[in-house]
């Protein structure tokens, strides 16, 4: 599985073309062929994934109940505007404008690269997100990690 880790502020191009950082470039997986597809993010950023990754998440997604209608919205709303894009020879990627106008982008943009995908922000709109932090993070990491233990299961860090 494909761990990215940083944030590298970055410009696009005249042409809307995003140059990914070499570090990034270095973690994506053969498998992947330098394919990715770029999809709506939550918090109005976007979501780029290495093909092999999106495979994976899609498949989840696809095993949906599509009878059930938050399930449904849930499916419209990640495939919506999904967009398969290649590494051109200089590293870069053509970022589709309607997903860059979804997501207020113009031409600088912060990558937030972790686990297997990396967020794709307007560099306005990721300082406002880091600005709206909670104070506490703790309290957040207790909500949310408090849950899990060693095993995988819920009930507590062990």
Same mark, same amino acid.
């Given at each position: ?6 944030? *590298?502020?970055?410009?696009? %191009?005249? /042409?809307? @073309?995003? =140059?990914?950082?070499?570090? &990034? @470039?270095?973690? $994506? =997986?053969?498998? #992947?062929?330098e394919? *990715?597809? $770029? ?12 093909m092999?990754?999106w495979? /994976? $998440? =899609?498949?989840?997604?696809?095993? +949906?109940?599509?009878?059930? /209608?938050?399930? @449904?919205?849930?499916? @419209?709303? *990640? ?5 398969? !894009?290649?590494?051109d020879?200089?590293?870069? !990627? ?8 979804? #997501?207020?982008?113009?031409?600088? $943009?912060?990558?937030? #690269?972790?686990?297997?995908?990396i967020? &794709?922000? =307007? ?7 880091? #600005?709206?932090?909670?104070? %506490? !993070?703790?309290? +957040? ?5 408090? /849950? &899990?233990?060693?095993?995988?299961e819920?009930g507590?860090?062990?």
């Amino acid at each position: 599985m494909t761990q990215f880790l940083g944030e *590298f502020d970055c410009k696009l %191009d005249a /042409k809307g @073309r995003l =140059s990914l950082p070499s570090t &990034i @470039r270095k973690k $994506v =997986s053969p498998e #992947a062929q330098e394919k *990715f597809v $770029v999809n709506r993010g939550y918090e109005n950023c976007l979501h780029l994934y290495p093909m092999d990754e999106w495979l /994976k $998440v =899609s498949t989840e997604v696809n095993k +949906l109940n599509l009878d059930v /209608k938050d399930n @449904r919205l849930y499916a @419209r709303y *990640f495939f919506r505007g999904a967009t398969e !894009i290649e590494l051109d020879a200089a590293g870069r !990627i053509l970022l589709p404008k309607t997903l860059c106008e979804h #997501a207020g982008i113009d031409k600088e $943009v912060v990558l937030s #690269a972790f686990g297997s995908k990396i967020e &794709i922000w =307007s560099k306005d709109k990721y300082k406002e997100m880091i #600005a709206n932090e909670p104070d %506490d !993070i703790s309290d +957040l990491g207790e909500k949310v990690m408090g /849950k &899990i233990n060693k095993s995988g299961e819920e009930g507590g860090v062990s």
